[in-house]
Every structure is written in C-alpha cells, then in structure tokens.
C-alpha cells in the first residue's frame, strides 16, 4: 500500500509539473510580469517558496497566502490543513473521496480558528510571515482598520451587542469572544461602552475571551485591555495561556484557537479577520474549471507566476456546480469557522457579528496586496505586504447550513446609520470646543461612511438563532426577561426595550 501511495504521489507531482500558463491576468497586478526589477527583491519568504515549488511542484494560492502571512520561513513539506479535510467531510460531491484520501496523505495537525494558525504548529524560530513580524496596522503600517480611524465604530459595536442581550431575554452571564483582535482597540471601545452602560448590565456575569496566536499581537492587546496593577497568568503550554483582569475589572482570556474557548452563551466578534484566511482560486476554460497555482517564472530568474492546474484539483470540491462566474475565490477555513459558530449558537445563544470587505457572490478576482497603504503585487517580495481577499457572504451563509438564521451582509453606512452614528457624532462633536479634535471627528465619520471610501465596501453580516427572530428563547428563567421579536440593531433601526 505504501508503495501505491507513494507512486501515486509521483503521478500527481508529475502531473503539476505540466502547468498550464496562465493567460488570465488579475485585477490588482496578479502576475507583476512588468514590475521593475528594483521592486523585485529577492526576501527570505521568496527563497523558500521558491526552495518549496522546486520540492514539490506549483503551490495554491491558499498555501501562498499561508506561508506567505504566517510561516517561518524554513523548508517544509507542502501540507493541506485539517481544515480542508472538515470541510470537505461536509460536502456531498464525486470528488469528495478522491479529496479526502489525498488530504490525509499529505496533511498534518493544523488548527483552524485564526488566520495566524501556522506559526504554533511549525515552532518558533527564523519567523519571516508577514504578520509574525511587524505592526502592520495604523499610520505606519501597510492599513488602517477602523477602530484606528473612529472611536464611535468600536462603542456602536457595543451597542449592538448589549442591544442583542437585551432582545434575548437579559441572561445572567455571557461570553464576549473576539477572533483575531489586533491591537486591542476595538475591544477596548466596547469594554468602555460596557462601564459607561453599567447600570444596564450589572447583574449579568461578563467574559472577555481573544482568540490569538500571534504573541506580539497578545502582548500588545494585554497592554491595551488589562490592568496594570495585576499580573498576567501566563502558561504557554495550556490551552488558555494567558489570563488577566481588565481595566474595568472583567476577567479576560487567550486562546490559540477558537475550539479551546468554553461553550456557553456568547457574542462572537470577527472585525476584518475573514479577509486574511487563505482562499483557493478558479478560473473557467474551455476544458472546464481549473484552480489559479503559483508557481516559478522560467523566463525571469527570482520570480514567481500565476499557471493553471492542467486537471481537477482536490479543491475543486469547494465549487457550486450552479456557479455561473467565470473566475470565483473560495476560502474553506471560513467555512468551518461558520460551522463552528453556528453550531455553537443554535446550542447555546447568543450571536456572531462579522464586519469585513466583501461581496454576496458577486465579485471575481479580489486578491490584492497592500503595502504602505498602497496597492502591491501579490507576487512580489512576498513576506513585506498584507495579502487579502473579498469575503464572500454568500459562501457563509451556504456554510451557516440552516443551522442558524443569518443576516446581511448589510452596508458600512447603513448599518452605522441604523446604529446611531449621526447622533454620536454630535455628541461627541458638541462635546469637544478643540478645532483638531473636532476635525479628527469630522474625517473619521466621512472615512467610515463615504460610498467612495469604507461606506458601501465594508459589510456586516450576522449569525443569530433562529428563535431570535421569532421572540423565543433557549433558556428561560426567573432571572430573565422574556424576550420580543424586535429587530435587530444595524440590521433595522436601533429599538432599546
């Protein structure tokens, strides 16, 4: 058996080999065949996926995107995560067999819930990932999210989630977990609406629970959320490894994976997380679908190339037999993130709200670079430059599979607008007598609202039970209030019981 195995792999190595060149070209500098050979510098990260394509043949874009964000850049043998195999379990197509066994071949242990997984699982050391070594974000990284550009962006998301604690019933305790928190500033908005509305939740039992495994992002979020005055808990080899007491006095955990927080009653906050997780790309020829690789470029010494597989690919399970676009992009981890999520609402309660750039199965090529605020070619000096992808919502509501009632993706703007940010606004405005601050206000809000910046290409989307919308509860006692079918906040005008 494992010499059939092994032959078999020849085959298929053999077979990747015979690529076919890619005449589709991308959006956003996709295959950089004309940038200046300045820009093409040869990186730690290129020298070994260039070691790694030698070895094993033209890569997928997801595994690009994963070494590429979070790998050491060491020589390892090309995987495909446990992901892959879950979400492949859960598809019902003629590939589905064929996928499975080859996966298993080749895969190894690989946790799914951040888009900073790799690094735990191939060790510390020589860590050339783009996102395991710099401060991307804020003015003197490569983008700009918008907690960093509002504080009302951060304290309305806190609205939201008391909104919806109080529209299902007021329970006595609940969970706030957050994937993928950056710097600590989001939460740290929400936290100070949660002090500024105590009276509102004083008796409910609060959790903070990040979902990290990049240990500088972890340190920079302790420095932002917890007191100073009481030491970290920190145990490395735990799967809560690191502890601490906020600075309104909430206890507040980390994980490395979202499997490891507890099951419970909770609201789940994904803010630009799902437009970093590695996605597989397809485009449509004349011999049917064929996956986007990437591979080394023979004509220019040091440079990479998008070709296209010359036959079906594992991937290829992912697809919709009805698609009708003739290029698609499909990330799989998402997919089992919103398994999970659904799963975990239906039994329990609560709700996820996911906020991130993307489109409802509209869109095509999305994958970009960015670098300095700038647009950058995904292919060049790789390991310097943030690489991401659209979400496609669609695929997250097929992926939810009924299990739970869905929401959006609704509008930056409107979904602000429904949330008050008008009326923060002047708030804070009337509040404020520094012409700096006042300004600082006014271009946050055109920021976050304009059609022509954030305001029509940011989205929301929601994860509820589907008794939330018909005014029921799942649990019910004397603690409680009985809950109404109110709308939901952002969703639909802003109604506080």
């Not at 510390?124 to 960093?148: C, N, V, W």
């Not at 799989?332 to 996911?354: H, M, N, W």
Request: hydrophobic share 40%; with cysteine.
């Amino acid at each position: 058996m494992g010499v059939l195995v092994r032959s078999a792999a020849r085959q298929l190595c053999y077979a990747a080999r015979a690529v076919i060149p890619c005449t589709w070209r991308g959006k956003y500098f996709s295959s950089g065949s004309d940038e200046p050979a300045a820009n093409n510098r040869v990186t730690p990260m290129l020298r070994h996926l260039m070691y790694k394509i030698k070895s094993t043949g033209p890569i997928t874009v997801a595994e690009y995107m994963k070494e590429v964000l979070t790998n050491p850049a060491k020589g390892k043998a090309e995987a495909v995560s446990d992901v892959m195999i879950k979400s492949l379990q859960v598809l019902d197509t003629e590939w589905q067999s064929t996928a499975l066994g080859l996966a298993k071949r080749r895969g190894r242990h690989l946790s799914f819930a951040s888009q900073r997984e790799y690094t735990w699982d191939l060790g510390a050391g020589g860590s050339q990932g783009y996102y395991m070594h710099r401060d991307m974000l804020g003015e003197k990284g490569d983008f700009i999210t918008s907690p960093e550009i509002s504080q009302i962006f951060g304290e309305l998301l806190g609205i939201w989630f008391i909104s919806e604690w109080m529209a299902t019933g007021k329970n006595v305790a609940f969970q706030l977990v957050e994937l993928g928190p950056g710097r600590g500033t989001l939460m740290g908005d929400i936290l100070r609406v949660f002090s500024q509305l105590g009276s509102v939740l004083k008796n409910c039992d609060i959790s903070i629970h990040l979902v990290e495994v990049s240990q500088n992002l972890s340190e920079l979020q302790a420095l932002t959320l917890t007191e100073a005055k009481i030491p970290l808990e920190q145990n490395p080899e735990s799967l809560v490894y690191m502890k601490g007491v906020t600075k309104s006095g909430l206890p507040i955990s980390w994980y490395r994976d979202l499997q490891d927080v507890p099951k419970g009653y909770s609201f789940f906050l994904a803010h630009e997380f799902f437009d970093v997780l590695p996605v597989h790309k397809f485009q449509k020829t004349p011999q049917g679908w064929r996956e986007v690789l990437i591979d080394i470029d023979p004509q220019v010494s040091g440079k990479l190339r998008f070709v296209l597989a010359p036959c079906v690919t594992p991937a290829q399970a992912f697809l919709q037999h009805d698609e009708i676009r003739d290029h698609v992009e499909v990330c799989p981890d998402a997919g089992v993130i919103i398994q999970e999520l659904s799963e975990r609402i239906a039994l329990t309660g609560g709700a996820a709200l996911i906020a991130d750039y993307g489109h409802d199965g509209t869109k095509t090529d999305t994958f970009r670079g960015f670098c300095g605020h700038e647009l950058h070619d995904v292919l060049i000096a790789p390991g310097t430059a943030d690489l991401t992808a659209d979400v496609d919502f669609s695929y997250l509501r097929r992926m939810a599979q009924g299990k739970v009632a869905s929401l959006g993706p609704t509008e930056q703007q409107t979904f602000l607008k429904n949330m008050g940010i008008d009326v923060r606004l002047k708030v804070l405005f009337n509040k404020s007598d520094e012409p700096s601050v006042r300004q600082q206000l006014l271009q946050g809000y055109d920021m976050l609202m304009n059609p022509q910046k954030m305001g029509e290409r940011f989205n929301f989307f929601a994860l509820l039970p589907h008794e939330r919308l018909h005014g029921r509860s799942h649990h019910i006692n004397a603690c409680q209030s009985r809950p109404s079918a109110s709308p939901v906040a952002g969703f639909g005008e802003l109604a506080w019981q």
